[in-house]
């Protein structure tokens, strides 16, 4: 069996950066920089322009991880797309990014997973390559949240943490003892309305309410995302936690061992309970939170393509990943570099 390895990584933010107090002086949100900083680390993020989307910054990313593995478009065996903001209802992000790639007949899936959603993919991928269905498999993660957040005073629970990036790795078959050892996965859906945007139902005819004109009319209720903060604080920690340590059981590791651990950023001072918690060292915890906000499926990607930029992920190093969101959905990750 052949094993797999991330053999490309990439990222791409649009150029705009929005900062904390622009949220305030731009969109006359009612609250400060110091508020959100104190809660979630976050500094800025960016927000794509108008006509820019999830395919088109995917593709931004994709390019940069397809030359950094060294292969074309035209040799991938699949295309996973990993998204909560969609350019379309249907068809997915992803046939839209393998246009855009010029490589037709490629197969082409979203995942649809949220935070967790590029955790998801890279255990699809793995899987792919190892069974030997798939030599390269392209994993992009990619948001265009600005679009679809309430930058009022009445959203600002929500739209004060998001921004838009995408992330994407290459996920190649090796004959190396190296690359994605275990990937644990969860999910609770008992917890689906605790953090979600419904925009329409699916069960009503029609399923968006019409106007007399026959235009259809979303309520603020089910057009903006909702969130219970607090439970989900409290659930992120105890699942990126006890995933994190059930990989390393299995392994018969410590958690100290791992040379980096990769969190998905939703949070700051989330990241940095657990990294206490579980008595990492800080500087094994990198993060991109401060200016990016929280970038759900692209988190871990565009953190993980930035340190190997830098020159920080070396051969041999043991990596850990975690991550949890809306769904809930939960998965840690332990790949040798
Ligand atoms: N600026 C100023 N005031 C605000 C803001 C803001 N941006 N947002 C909310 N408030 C106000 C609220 O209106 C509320 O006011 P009230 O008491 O007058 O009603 C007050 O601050 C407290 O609101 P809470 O929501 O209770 O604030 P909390 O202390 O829980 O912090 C936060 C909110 C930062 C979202 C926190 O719950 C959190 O970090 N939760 C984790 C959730 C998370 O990170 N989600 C990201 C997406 S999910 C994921 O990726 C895993």
Redo the contacts with the bound molecule.
């Keep these: 069996m052949k094993n797999a390895y991330i053999s490309g990584t990439g990222y791409y933010y649009p150029p705009r950066v929005v900062t904390n107090q622009d949220l305030v002086d731009q969109y006359g949100i009612?609250?400060?920089d110091e508020?959100?900083q104190k809660?979630?680390g976050i500094k800025a993020r960016h927000f794509a322009d108008e006509g820019v989307g999830s395919a088109e910054m995917g593709h931004h990313a994709a390019k940069m991880a397809l030359d950094n593995a060294g292969i074309k478009a035209t040799e991938l065996d699949m295309i996973l797309f990993c998204t909560l903001s969609p350019d379309h209802t249907f068809p997915g992000s992803g046939v839209y990014l393998q246009a855009r790639l010029e490589c037709p007949g490629v197969p082409a899936m979203d995942i649809r997973n949220q935070?967790s959603g590029f955790l998801y993919g890279l255990q699809t991928a793995a899987a792919l390559v190892k069974s030997g269905a798939a030599k390269h498999v392209l994993l992009v993660g990619a948001e265009t949240h600005s679009a679809a957040l309430d930058l009022t005073t009445r959203g600002?629970?929500v739209s004060?943490?998001f921004g838009d990036a995408a992330g994407a790795v290459v996920v190649s078959a090796t004959d190396e003892d190296r690359g994605i050892q275990h990937i644990v996965l969860g999910a609770d859906g008992r917890y689906g309305d605790v953090?979600c945007q419904k925009i329409w139902d699916i069960t009503k005819r029609p399923f968006i309410p019409l106007d007399e004109d026959g235009n259809g009319v979303v309520s603020p209720e089910m057009m903006w995302a909702h969130?219970d903060?607090?439970l989900?604080?409290k659930n992120?920690v105890e699942k990126m936690i006890t995933s994190l340590a059930a990989i390393c059981w299995d392994y018969k590791m410590q958690v100290t061992d791992l040379d980096m651990v990769l969190f998905?950023q939703?949070?700051l001072?989330?990241n940095q309970f657990i990294q206490q918690t579980m008595g990492l060292d800080e500087a094994k915890v990198p993060s991109n939170i401060e200016r990016c906000g929280?970038t759900?499926a692209a988190t871990i990607p565009t953190l993980l393509a930035e340190q190997v930029e830098q020159g920080k992920v070396e051969p041999g190093m043991k990596m850990g990943m975690a991550a949890?969101?809306?769904g809930f959905t939960w998965g840690a990750a332990y790949l040798v570099w």
């Design positions: 009612d609250t400060s508020w959100i809660r979630t935070c600002r629970g004060s943490l953090l969130m903060g607090k989900v604080f992120a998905h939703a949070n001072r989330i929280n759900t949890f969101g809306s």
